[in-house]
């Protein structure tokens, strides 16, 4: 099925030999060194303006997702609406993010970043695997630490892993949530890897503009 913004949505049997699964089937034995990730967290899919709010009953009459976490962020182009849908055991997660107001592009060459969100249960330690095996991880400029520092009362060996790894973070309450992400692949595409705990729901919102503004700022460099 096509979802309005031209999304291909495929149904698959999971029990069949012949099915989806068989396509990932594992070959050799895994090494000693692992990276965490664990699942897929969420995905984020990038709207047309005009069909943010279709995509919302689409994906809510497909797959009884509920919308939750409306917000409005600062993007480096103007403003970004974003919306999460989710079941109610929040086992499949979608991110929509639409463009308001849009004064140029992304970025140079990337229209419309979308991204998928690994689930991890050790940020720092997919971290270092992910620097181990060259992955281009983004790099979170030093005063988003120095803001960090004076918003949160975290402990200073927290605060020196989130810097030393450029790991981002949020608190709701007691619930935390931990993010990095790599730089733009090709020109659509970058990957996130999150380590949430009990409790927390969100997907570290209040992160973004700084994650965009280094994106943009990574990619233009890139050029």
């Known amino acids: 099925m096509a979802a309005p913004d ?8 999971t029990g069949a030999p012949d099915g989806w699964r068989g396509d990932f089937i594992l070959s050799g034995s895994p090494g ?3 990276t965490g990730v664990t699942a897929i967290d969420h995905l984020a899919l990038s709207q047309p303006f005009d069909a943010f709010d279709e995509a919302t009953l689409f994906y809510r009459s497909l797959f009884g997702l509920a919308p939750e976490h409306d917000a409005e962020l600062a993007a480096p182009f103007g403003l970004v609406r974003s919306r999460a849908v989710t079941d109610p055991d929040r086992r499949l997660r979608l991110l929509l993010d639409g463009t308001l107001l849009r004064r140029g592009a992304w970025a140079p060459a990337v229209p419309d970043p979308q991204h998928v969100a690994f689930a991890t249960d050790d940020i720092f330690r997919t971290a270092r695997a992910l620097r181990e095996r060259g992955a281009p991880l983004l790099a979170v ?4 630490y120095d803001d960090l ?3 949160l009362p975290l402990a200073p060996d927290l605060l020196r892993a989130l810097r030393e790894n450029d790991v981002m973070y949020d ?5 935390e949530y931990f ?3 790599t730089e733009i692949l ?10 949430r705990t009990s409790g927390y729901t969100g997907y570290g919102t209040v992160n973004a503009p700084v994650r965009m503004a280094a994106h943009r700022a990574a990619h233009s460099r890139g050029r």
């Open 32 to 34: 000693e060194t692992r």
């Open 149 to 151: 520092d004076a918003r």
């Open 171 to 175: 608190r709701d309450g007691d619930a």
């Open 179 to 181: 993010h990095l992400c």
């Open 6 to 13: 031209g999304t291909a949505v495929f149904f698959c049997r």
């Open 186 to 195: 090709g020109s659509r595409v970058f990957f996130e890897f999150v380590q």
């Open 141 to 144: 400029p030093g005063n988003y």
